[in-house]
């Protein structure tokens, strides 16, 4: 049986996390062995990817990098992995397709493919900037890049390596089921009243997400009479600047960031409508997830999005960063019962012919082994 190594730097549950437990969960069932390690956590963190493995019962090697490039672990976990008879290393972090990428292949003895979950904020000096921009260096050295989006093909940090194997399977998730969507946020109790609409948005406190953009939107339509009201689930660096935008204009009774949630998607049936205001993604689970909910879509035309939304079909797409076509889309979606009926049921019925994590499994196994055996023709 195939035994694969998933390597991944991570410090909480977020969707490049779900979308790797999923992909673990259908290995297993397929009889595959996936055996994980999370080499970015220094010590035991709640709602991190090594605790929720370990209640799965997934087989995990617990070897911790430190900060920058840690040379004397990644021995270690090199060694590791042959130690295990590893099949195939698979990457889904820029620090280990950066350390292990460089190792050229004769010495390196196993074969690595590297998943690209997305690429970062492009200001020059941006630390993850040059993060992904060293891991682009590194691709053409591998056996095989996994894009999860189309539209990475096209992206600037890509196009001098043409030459690498290079190929696009989606992000899949798991069939859900009501169990997981029941328990929720108390919104009836805590956030709504009688006739309040509930907006919601899931995700990472970054600049790229667009959150101050979602801010002005639900500023206007307030002042245009709306009983609105905006849960924002997420945490990160953005957080207290948000803060001082929503006492800026008063808004401290219809915005509510109330920080990161271990499994949000359970909270997506509370909300009448989910945001994603986005400058830049890739193909973001939580829009899976909330196609998946029934929950109508607004979300920006950027990554993956426009494809996964079949281009307005399961859900309203609008451009980034504009707050009056971002009101303009949340007044539609909320007035027009027909078009949000027929966007919520393209959604779920979209998920389940092409973003199921069986077809996402399946796509790997096959890629799996045509590097295997690329790698024994060598």
């Not at 939304?309 to 960063?321: E, F, R, S, T, V």
Request: charged share 25%; aromatic share 8%; hydrophobic share 40%.
């Amino acid at each position: 049986m195939m035994k694969i190594l998933h390597i991944i730097d991570s410090s909480n549950l977020y969707g490049a996390e779900i979308m790797l437990l999923n992909l673990i969960e259908e290995q297993r069932r397929s009889g595959l062995i996936p055996v994980l390690c999370n080499i970015g956590v220094s010590k035991k963190a709640e709602n991190s990817i090594d605790e929720e493995a370990i209640k799965r019962g997934i087989k995990i090697i617990n070897i911790k990098f430190k900060r920058g490039f840690d040379i004397i672990n990644a021995l270690k976990l090199w060694k590791e992995a042959i130690f295990i008879k590893t099949d195939i290393i698979h990457s889904h972090s820029y620090k280990s397709d950066i350390i292990y990428g460089v190792i050229p292949k004769y010495f390196r003895k196993l074969p690595m493919i590297a998943t690209l979950h997305g690429l970062t904020d492009t200001r020059r000096y941006y630390k993850l900037n040059i993060y992904d921009s060293l891991a682009c260096m590194t691709y053409r050295y591998i056996d095989a890049l996994v894009l999860v989006d189309k539209s990475m093909l096209h992206n600037k940090k890509l196009l001098n390596i043409r030459h690498c194997n290079i190929h696009v399977i989606e992000n899949g998730i798991e069939e859900m089921n009501s169990n997981i969507l029941n328990g929720g946020l108390d919104i009836n109790n805590a956030y709504r009243n009688t006739s309040d609409i509930i907006i919601g948005a899931i995700g990472r406190l970054n600049y790229e997400k667009g959150y101050h953009v979602l801010i002005e939107a639900i500023n206007v339509l307030v002042k245009n009479g709306k009983n609105i009201k905006l849960i924002i689930i997420g945490d990160g660096p953005e957080r207290e600047r948000l803060k001082r935008i929503i006492i800026k204009y008063r808004l401290i009774d219809n915005i509510f960031l109330v920080g990161y949630k271990i499994y949000a998607k359970k909270h997506l049936r509370e909300f009448d409508a989910f945001v994603m205001p986005s400058f830049r993604e890739g193909l973001p689970i939580t829009i899976l997830e909330a196609m998946q909910a029934g929950v109508p879509i607004i979300a920006t035309d950027v990554g993956g999005i426009p494809e996964m939304l079949q281009y307005g079909k399961a859900g309203i797409i609008i451009k980034p960063n504009n707050i009056q076509l971002l009101v303009d889309a949340i007044n539609n979606v909320l007035d027009n019962n027909k078009m949000r009926e027929n966007i919520v049921n393209n959604a779920r019925n979209i998920v389940k012919e092409i973003y199921s994590s069986d077809v996402m499994a399946r796509k790997y196994t096959c890629l799996y082994n045509n590097v295997l055996a690329n790698h024994i023709l060598q």
